[in-house]
């Protein structure tokens, strides 16, 4: 079977998200003996240091001037490029306000719509976080709401004549018309399948298409080895990791100093890790060490008792938590999104409600206070993820069928 | 390419700033290359090679800031000033900078020449302004009085 992956936000190196998880979805499915093509924008500045050839799959750039894709020209030229590749099934992966125009021109074919965290579904931004909390609307369902609280915050920017990329595009795109809410729905309509990547998605497309596949992100268990736990040491505190962007108050990183504050007049045994990089805000319990990947990343993990996701906004999946329970460490979340779904409370980690510190604060005295719980919890914490995250298994599991049904 | 270059590259925290530096010394391999930047960025750059001179400039808030900004560049009387981006504001400092040539290069190596003109760089803004404002007077309109017919609204903010 031949597949393209068109992808008009494609950044090679991937540094996180979208562009990992097509990464290894078209490795995977590369791997599974199918043809594979990743058609993008031929833009320089997306790619970093690496060159294509260190691609997982074969790559076609598809021209354009300094512009960059608009509207009259995202459709015709990525047509052009797929037609002559011939594909069984096309993949459409993230964009921002393009993407309906590029479905339209790719909609003769069998067409899979990834959707990515809420870029449907929230115009202004994908985490349908305002004002402190979760969002009510549904850009497919109130439109009118939306395309109102979308201009509110793009506003600002396309008044000065230099609009933001994102703002740029919203305006080429048109999508402050209601005929852009239509072509939305068009190109939700004409896809044989949507991915999403939780229930909580899945359920603001209700309705509105037969064949939505929930499919997570998978997490890579090679890069991610279970690490040995670390053993208590007398005067050395236990590490208790906020990995992730921690500066994003969507990722609740102040529920989570509410709790450590709470829980250093009980104990002074622990230390909050978090990668941000305000140090001027750290105190005896609580250290920032910077923004952390890779090697750094790992090392983070292995030396935590455990990880904290104290997320205010509706995780998509919770890609953070789920490497840290690669790595065989106990995760404590909100019972927020796809994290939710991803952390067995009392099993691979503890779950709390949305924004509760002294929750929080129970579930840490409880982890730190008990090293073997934590051991136990990390195994089948990393026993989970082998079971039904690893990547290979997300392949299998999930995009082969659903690459097959599509072409049947 | 200039033996007596004296080149300000302005700083920008978005672009790859060692490739815009590296860019700067192969352009001018003899050049006195001084980086502008903010307090933030400076320790984080204390061991850049192709700069013989950090300056710390403080980020523009006000017309005052500009002003200021403005007066330090031309005290240190460049003869080429570079910025990473050709955005309108750049624009207009690299006009203000009292360099005899100004041009913005990104990482790949691409320069864009600048008008030093402050009077371009004046209307450049305007326009730029005038645009702007069009468009969000376009998009107003568009979105408060046209409304998608979809049969489910509920009012909910």
């Known amino acids: 079977m031949r597949i393209a992956f068109v992808d008009p936000m494609f950044v090679w190196p991937p540094p996180g998200g979208a562009p990992v998880d097509l990464t290894y979805a078209m490795q995977g499915v590369a791997q599974a003996g199918h043809d594979v093509r990743l058609f993008l924008p031929d833009r320089d500045r997306w790619w970093g240091e690496r060159n294509e050839a260190e691609l997982p799959v074969p790559a076609t750039r598809v021209p354009f001037d300094a512009a960059g894709p608009t509207r009259r020209t995202i459709g015709p030229r990525f047509r052009e490029a797929v037609d002559a590749w011939r594909p069984d099934v096309v993949h459409l992966g993230f964009s921002f306000f393009l993407k309906p125009c590029l479905a339209a021109a790719l909609a003769h074919h069998p067409l899979v719509l990834h959707y990515y965290a809420y870029e449907l579904t929230c115009p202004r931004d994908y985490r349908i976080y305002l004002n402190g909390r ?20 793009l506003g600002p920017d396309l008044r000065h004549g230099e609009p933001t990329l994102y703002a740029a595009e919203y305006l080429d795109a048109r999508a402050y018309t209601p005929g852009y809410h239509r072509a939305v729905i068009a190109m939700i309509q004409a896809a044989r ?9 899945a359920a603001r497309l209700a309705g509105l298409h037969p064949d939505v596949r929930m499919i997570p992100p998978g997490v890579d268990t090679d890069a991610f080895p279970a690490a040995p736990f670390p053993a208590p040491e007398a005067g050395r505190p236990k590490a208790v990791l906020m990995a992730g962007r921690a500066e ?21 045994d622990f230390e909050v890790r978090a990668t941000w990089r305000h140090e001027e805000r750290n105190t005896p319990w609580f250290r920032a060490v910077g923004w952390c990947t890779g090697e750094a990343l790992r090392r983070q993990y292995a030396a935590a008792w455990c990880c904290v996701m104290p997320s205010l906004w509706d995780e998509p999946f919770g890609l953070v938590a789920a490497e840290a329970m690669a790595t065989g460490r106990p995760v404590i979340a909100s019972r927020v999104g796809g994290l939710g779904e991803l952390v067995e409370d009392g099993v691979t980690g503890l779950l709390f409600e949305r924004g509760d510190a002294p929750g929080l604060r129970d579930c840490l005295d409880r982890l730190l206070d008990d090293a073997e719980l934590c051991a136990r919890m990390g195994r089948a914490a990393r026993g989970r993820i082998e079971r039904q995250y690893a990547w290979p298994r997300i392949v299998e599991r999930c995009y082969l069928p659903l690459f097959e049904e599509v072409v049947r | 390419m200039n033996d007596e270059a004296n080149v300000g590259v302005f700083y920008s925290a978005g672009r790859d700033l060692d490739a815009v530096m590296r860019q700067a010394a192969v352009r001018f391999p003899d050049g006195r290359i001084t980086l502008l930047l903010p307090p933030e960025l400076v320790e984080a750059r204390r061991n850049t090679d192709a700069s013989t001179e950090i300056i710390t400039v403080r980020p523009v808030r006000s017309v005052g800031g500009f002003v200021r900004l403005a007066r330090l560049l031309r005290r240190h009387r460049f003869s080429d000033f570079i910025t990473c981006y050709p955005s309108r504001p750049l624009r207009l400092l690299a006009a203000v900078s009292g360099a005899r040539r100004c041009a913005s290069v990104d990482e790949q190596g691409r320069w864009t020449p600048l008008s030093a003109s402050l009077a371009l760089a004046l209307l450049g803004v305007a326009c730029n302004e005038l645009r702007g404002h069009a468009a969000w007077l376009r998009v107003w309109a568009v979105v408060r009085f046209q409304r998608v017919r979809t049969g489910e609204q509920p009012p909910r903010r």
């Open chain 1, 248 to 268: 994003d108050p969507a990722k609740g990183v102040d529920v989570l100093r509410q709790a450590a504050e709470a829980l250093a007049e009980q104990r002074r």
């Open chain 1, 134 to 153: 979760t969002c009510p609307n549904n850009y497919l369902r109130t439109p009118d709401v939306c395309r109102r609280c979308t201009f509110e915050a």
């Open chain 1, 193 to 201: 399948a949507v991915i999403v990547n939780s229930p909580v998605e």
